[in-house]
C-alpha cells in the first residue's frame, strides 16, 4: 500500500481532483464501517475510488455499538443458521488476520441468579454450546476462542465478585470477540482504503444522488461541487432512505450506559445477564481498556425523522439499571452513571417487534442506478462490501478483480506473536498495533502524558488523529479518534489540548 495518513491537505488536494471533472469507478457515500469497508474492498480490487461523508469517520451507529465482535449467537436462537455463520466466520476473520491489534477474546459470564427461570439458563446453555459448533465449523481455533463450560457459584464469583451470592446457582463461561473500539476500526479500514488509492473525504455532504454521480456540499466552505462517478453506493445506514427513497427502514435504538470499572470491583470478564421474564433477552455488561464499563443494549423501535446523534431516555437508563441490578450484590445508582450512549440499527422493514428483525443484510440497485447496502451489523462488514463490490462489478464499465479483503492486514496490524514485541505500552498497542512507537516518537514528551483526569489517553494520539487520521475538528478528537467524550467532564478537561493541538498542526 502507498500512504495511509488521511490529512486536512490531502482531503484538500483530491476533492480538487473530483470537483475538477475527474471520473471515478465508484463513488461511496457514507464512511461508517460499511461504507469504509465498500471503499476498502473496491480499491483493492483496482477500482478508482472516491468516499465521502457528511461529518466525519464513523460519526454515526458505527461508534455507538457494543464494540463486540459477534458469533452470530442471537441469530442460531432465530434458526437464522446462514447469517449466524457468516458471523462466525467474519468474526474468526477480524481476530486472526484483518485487526488482531483491535480485538481480543473476551470471557463472558452468564449467571444463574434468583431472578432467573432455570428454562432460560438450559436454553442459554444449549445456545452457548451450539455457538461452539459454529466457532469450530468456521474455522477459529480455541486457541483465538475458548470453549464453553459451566462454572460453580463460587467460580462465578471469582470471576466476577460483583455478582449478587443469594441465590447464585453457578453461571456459563463463555467467549467473544471484543473491539477495543468500533470507531478506530473504522478509521483503520479507511486509512487502508487510501493507501490503496482511494479519496477518503469528510466533510462532504451528498445531496442528491444518480447513477453516475452526487451533488455534495463541502461543508467546511459551503461550495457546491458534482462529483462523478460510473457506479455510486448508498451506504449512509440508518439514513439510507433519506438519499434512496424506495428503501423502508425501522430504525431501532440500542441505548449503552458508561460506569466506572471500579464500580463493579475492576471487572474483566462480561457479564451476560438474562431480562427476567424473556426467554432470549439479554443485558450485556461489558469490560473496557480505559477504566470504564458499558451497560447494554436496549432495542426499542424509533419513528419520526432520524437524528445525528439519539438522545438517550430516562426509560432506557431506568430498564437497564433494574436489568443489571437483578445480578449484582450492591445496587448501580442513576448517579453512579458517567455517561450515555444510543446508536441506531438499519433494520429493513418487517413486521414485529425490532428486536425480531433479521440483521441480514441487503444490497439493493433502485431504479436510478443507485447500490444501496443497508441491513447487516458490524461483524459482518467485510462481507456486505465484498457483496457490494460483486454487484457494482457486474455492471459494463466496472471491471473488478477478485475480493482481497479475507487476507489484507489494516494499518497497524500483524500477528499477536509479534504485537507482544512492540516496544510500547500495551494500552497503545491495543489501539494503534505496531504504529504505536510511531505515535509516541512524533510528539514532544509533554503531550506523552494524559489530557484527563480519570483517562489514559494522551496529547500524543490527539496529534497522531491530526497528523495520519484525518481529525479536522475537537470533535472528531474527542468523540471518535479517541472517546473522551463519553465522560463530559473528561471532555471538558481535554477540549484546550485538543484546540492548541489542532491549531499547532
Aim: aromatic share 2%.
Amino acid at each position: 500500500m502507498s500512504d495511509t495518513s488521511l490529512t486536512a491537505a490531502r482531503r484538500a488536494r483530491e476533492l480538487a481532483a473530483l470537483t475538477a471533472g475527474e471520473v471515478v469507478d465508484v463513488l461511496v457515500v457514507g464512511l461508517g464501517v460499511t461504507g469504509a469497508g465498500v471503499a476498502l474492498d473496491a480499491a483493492t480490487r483496482g477500482l478508482s475510488v472516491a468516499a465521502i461523508d457528511a461529518h466525519d469517520l464513523a460519526f454515526g451507529t458505527s461508534r455507538w455499538s457494543s464494540k463486540l465482535v459477534h458469533g452470530g449467537l442471537r441469530y442460531l436462537a432465530k434458526g437464522e443458521v446462514g447469517v449466524a455463520y457468516e458471523s462466525a466466520v467474519e468474526r474468526g476473520t477480524l481476530l486472526a488476520r484483518t485487526a488482531p491489534h483491535l480485538t481480543r477474546a473476551l470471557p463472558m459470564v452468564l449467571p444463574a441468579t434468583a431472578y432467573t427461570a432455570p428454562l432460560t439458563v438450559g436454553l442459554a446453555g444449549a445456545g452457548l454450546r451450539a455457538g461452539d459448533l459454529l466457532r469450530l465449523a468456521a474455522g477459529t481455533r480455541r486457541a483465538v476462542l475458548p470453549g464453553v463450560r459451566t462454572l460453580s457459584a463460587a467460580e462465578a464469583r471469582g470471576m466476577v465478585p460483583a455478582l449478587r451470592s443469594g441465590g447464585l446457582r453457578g453461571a456459563r463461561l463463555s467467549w467473544d470477540g471484543q473491539l477495543c473500539d468500533d470507531a478506530r476500526l473504522v478509521t483503520g479500514l479507511a486509512r487502508a482504503a487510501a493507501g490503496a488509492g482511494a479519496k477518503v473525504l469528510t466533510r462532504c455532504r451528498a445531496t442528491e444522488l444518480a447513477g453516475d454521480g452526487a451533488a455534495v456540499v463541502d461543508t467546511l466552505t459551503g461550495a457546491r461541487h458534482t462529483v462523478r462517478a460510473r457506479a455510486v453506493v448508498n451506504a449512509t445506514g440508518v439514513w439510507a432512505g433519506q438519499l434512496a427513497p424506495d428503501i423502508t427502514l425501522r430504525p431501532s435504538r440500542g441505548t449503552h450506559l458508561v460506569l466506572p470499572s471500579a464500580l463493579l470491583g475492576g471487572l474483566w470478564a462480561g457479564l451476560t445477564i438474562p431480562v427476567p421474564g424473556e426467554l432470549s433477552r439479554f443485558v450485556i455488561v461489558l469490560p473496557q481498556a480505559d477504566g470504564l464499563v458499558y451497560v447494554g443494549l436496549t432495542d426499542e423501535p424509533v419513528d419520526g425523522p432520524v437524528p445525528d446523534v439519539p438522545e438517550v431516555p430516562e426509560s432506557d437508563v431506568d430498564f437497564l439499571l433494574d436489568v443489571l441490578n437483578s445480578a449484582l450484590e450492591t445496587p448501580v445508582r442513576r448517579a453512579d452513571v458517567l455517561g450515555t450512549f444510543a446508536g441506531l440499527r438499519p433494520l429493513m422493514a418487517a413486521g414485529g417487534r425490532t428486536a425480531d428483525i433479521s440483521r441480514r443484510h441487503a444490497v439493493v440497485q433502485g431504479r436510478d442506478g443507485v447500490v444501496t447496502v443497508v441491513g447487516g451489523k458490524l461483524t459482518t462488514y467485510r462481507r456486505m462490501a465484498q457483496d457490494t463490490v460483486d454487484v457494482l462489478a457486474a455492471r459494463r464499465g466496472v471491471h473488478a478483480g477478485p475480493c482481497r479483503t479475507r487476507d489484507l492486514p489494516l494499518p497497524g496490524a500483524a500477528s499477536r506473536d509479534l504485537l507482544a514485541r512492540v516496544p510500547a505500552p500495551a494500552r497503545l498497542i491495543a489501539r494503534y498495533g505496531t504504529e504505536a512507537p510511531a505515535v509516541l516518537a512524533q510528539a514532544a514528551p509533554e503531550l506523552h502524558t494524559p489530557v484527563a483526569p480519570g483517562s489514559p489517553v494522551t496529547g500524543a494520539e490527539l496529534q497522531w488523529a491530526v497528523r495520519h487520521e484525518g481529525a479536522l475538528t475537537v470533535d472528531d478528537l474527542l468523540d471518535r479518534r479517541t472517546r473522551l467524550g463519553l465522560v463530559p467532564p473528561q471532555r471538558a478537561a481535554a477540549l484546550p489540548v485538543a484546540e492548541h493541538i489542532l491549531a499547532t498542526n
